[in-house]
């Protein structure tokens, strides 16, 4: 009777599974059924996801600097302000306009492995009392760390991975709750109630956490996207799909409600672009008309921006899939704070030699149906980019052996050329070249005007611009082009 049994429930898994295990090849049509696009669409996107090539560079690359010994590096952590004097600061760490506040070891976070993604969230239990965190992916886990006071942060906590290691976790942050996803197999979203860390752990420890709840229906996936306006997470990149508690979304827009933090719900895919790398989805304000205050997705899909309005769960639209010159491989880019412009970048550019120097592209997204890459930021550095983000009129970049780069981009409606760097801090004094090392990822949105980055060898970085020297520069900059037009 067992056999009988088992021979059953056998035959209804393998009929519930897809015929064909690898989802790129399934009809689109499941994923979304809307119009295929109403505005600027290049030919459609490639079946074939890129993001496997990627992996296996990153993984070779990691490997090799285990092998080593330079990853993970685990120096003594730094616990002191070390200023930027003379182009260095604590002695080996290039730098301008920006003092290094501390740094913390991986080691000291309770990880065994190297770092990777990072965010940041401010607690503020009553009017006028405000706490910083920085929240901070790793190999095996995710740890928890106070940096209220820049000089001296205090490590709360760690969360382990829900199942195995990866280099690549992912993390973003709604109504006091960490939202954490994995590229490690049958990870799924770990839910994680922050509320937690104002109980404070015996001095020295580390102590061990464990999710506050977790969301099953995807499996591996790269990066998680939330709408804090909105209460959405769009889990993105998401390629494990079989199982029958998966649900596919062709590696697009997976869109969870968060609205009730311990209790996602699945809500609705979009993966009529197939695999979306990166995202970000907002409530647009920009001067587009046609969708003032609707939800506006713009993402980042290995080979273009594709701009969607998911503003109708069940009737999602794509706006425009525009292409660029040179590309390589989309990654990631971010809005300026009028939804007109917007700087992207691209990780394979400088790997396989189509540009020579670290390039951010700028886009007019004015028109949400025809945007146009209108020019590109050439660095001097030749460093491989990859995130960036943008709070006021400054974009801050982590570009891997470069670090921390931050541009002054008030006008860079007028082109490249009116984009100026005005501030770095490199946190790879190791690493000179254009290979996957060094800083991962920064968050700039302190109210305390203190950065946050990861390094992926050595831990957390606690940064603290002049913004004074920087707003200095950006006088200079617009004096010098007044001087100019007149």
Not at 15 to 42: F, I, L, M, W
Not at 471 to 479: D, H, I, V
Request: glycine letters at 6%; hydrophobic letters at 35%; one cysteine or more.
């Amino acid at each position: 009777m067992k056999f009988i049994l088992a021979i059953l429930i056998c035959v209804a898994v393998c009929q519930a599974r897809p015929q064909n295990d690898d989802h790129r090849h399934h009809d689109h049509t499941e994923y979304n059924k809307s119009a295929p696009c109403v505005g600027k669409c290049s030919e459609p996107g490639p079946v074939t996801f890129h993001m496997a090539q990627v992996k296996k560079l990153k993984e070779k690359a990691y490997a090799e600097c285990h092998a080593e010994g330079k990853c993970p590096l685990n120096e003594p952590s730094i616990r002191q302000r070390s200023p930027c004097v003379d182009g260095k600061s604590a002695g080996q760490y290039e730098c301008s306009n920006v003092d290094m506040m501390s740094y913390v070891s991986l080691r000291d976070m309770g990880s065994s492995g190297d770092g990777n993604d990072i965010w940041g969230w401010t607690d503020e239990p009553e009017p006028g009392v405000r706490f910083e965190y920085a929240i901070v992916g790793t190999h095996d886990g995710t740890s928890f760390v106070d940096v209220t006071n820049a000089e001296d942060p205090t490590v709360l906590g760690f969360l382990p991975t829900h199942t195995r290691n990866s280099m690549w976790r992912d993390v973003k942050v709604y109504e006091n709750h960490a939202f954490i996803v994995s590229e490690a197999s049958d990870h799924g979203m770990q839910v994680f109630n922050l509320l937690r860390l104002r109980q404070r752990p015996p001095a020295g420890t580390v102590p061990r956490l464990k999710a506050d709840a977790h969301y099953g229906k995807v499996g591996n996936a790269h990066n998680i996207v939330i709408n804090e306006e909105t209460g959405y997470a769009y889990i993105v990149g998401s390629e494990q799909y079989w199982h029958l508690e998966y649900i596919p979304c062709a590696g697009g827009l997976h869109i969870v409600d968060i609205r009730e933090p311990l209790s996602p719900r699945f809500l609705a895919c979009y993966g009529r672009d197939y695999y979306t790398h990166d995202a970000q989805c907002v409530i647009y304000h920009g001067p587009d008309v046609r969708y003032y205050g609707n939800e506006i997705c713009f993402a980042y899909n290995e080979n273009t921006l594709t701009i969607i309005d998911v503003t109708n769960k069940k009737n999602m639209v794509m706006l425009s899939r525009t292409k660029y010159k040179n590309v390589a491989y989309t990654h990631q880019g971010w809005l300026t704070e009028d939804h007109a412009y917007l700087i992207s970048n691209d990780e394979l550019d400088e790997k396989y030699g189509k540009v020579q120097h670290t390039r951010s592209l700028l886009w007019d997204v004015k028109n949400l149906q025809a945007p146009v890459h209108y020019s590109s930021f050439m660095s001097t550095e030749k460093a491989i980019d990859h995130n960036l983000y943008i709070r006021g009129n400054l974009a801050y970049e982590t570009n891997y052996c470069a670090g921390l780069r931050i541009l002054d981009i008030t006008d860079m409606a007028e082109g490249a050329e009116q984009v100026r760097e005005v501030a770095y801090f490199d946190v790879a004094p190791d690493w000179d070249s254009v290979s996957f090392h060094g800083s991962w990822s920064s968050y700039p949105f302190f109210e305390s005007g203190n950065v946050i980055v990861s390094s992926i060898e050595r831990g957390l970085f606690v940064l603290r611009p002049n913004h004074e020297a920087i707003k200095r520069l950006q006088e200079e900059a617009k004096l010098k082009r007044k001087a100019i037009s007149h």
